[in-house]
């Protein structure tokens, strides 16, 4: 079983940037890739990013591409979404997931077992 909690998410103006923070507890912190997804009111998930555990390796959703940036800090077992040049659409409940590590498409919601409760970000125009 693994936990996860968010934190970092509120009200910024367009234009700026905030750090979501996704802190696990559980099973090996280390074995499970990690993902971001949001939701908007009336939207489906969709993916935001993801970070592999075995080479650090990132993938982006195209519309937060050179905006958003994910990374780990496996001393802490917290993996981190750093946002900038935030924009209205990019306000929605984001929510870090975890999946067994190289298994799956770290694109598809699917594939992940374990998720947080989400944290609101809301961009304001």
């Known amino acids: 079983q693994v936990q996860l909690v968010e934190s970092g998410g509120g009200l910024v103006q367009t234009g700026g940037s905030l750090r979501l923070s996704c802190a696990t507890s559980?099973?090996?912190?280390?074995?499970?890739?990690m993902g971001w997804f949001r939701q908007a009111p009336g939207k489906e998930r969709e993916f935001v990013a993801a970070?592999?555990?075995?080479?650090?390796?990132?993938y982006y959703a195209d519309s937060v591409k050179g905006r958003f940036a994910s990374s780990r800090d496996n001393t802490k077992n917290t993996v981190y979404l750093q946002m900038n040049s935030l924009m209205p659409e990019d306000t929605a409940v984001y929510y870090c997931?975890?999946?067994?590590?190289?298994?799956?498409?770290?694109?598809?919601?699917?594939?992940?077992?374990?998720w947080g409760q989400g944290t609101q970000v809301t961009v304001s125009s």
């Open positions: 970070i592999t555990m075995s080479s650090g390796t990132t």
């Open positions: 559980g099973r090996a912190f280390s074995t499970y890739d």
């Open positions: 997931a975890a999946k067994r590590m190289n298994i799956g498409n770290p694109r598809r919601p699917n594939e992940y077992e374990y």
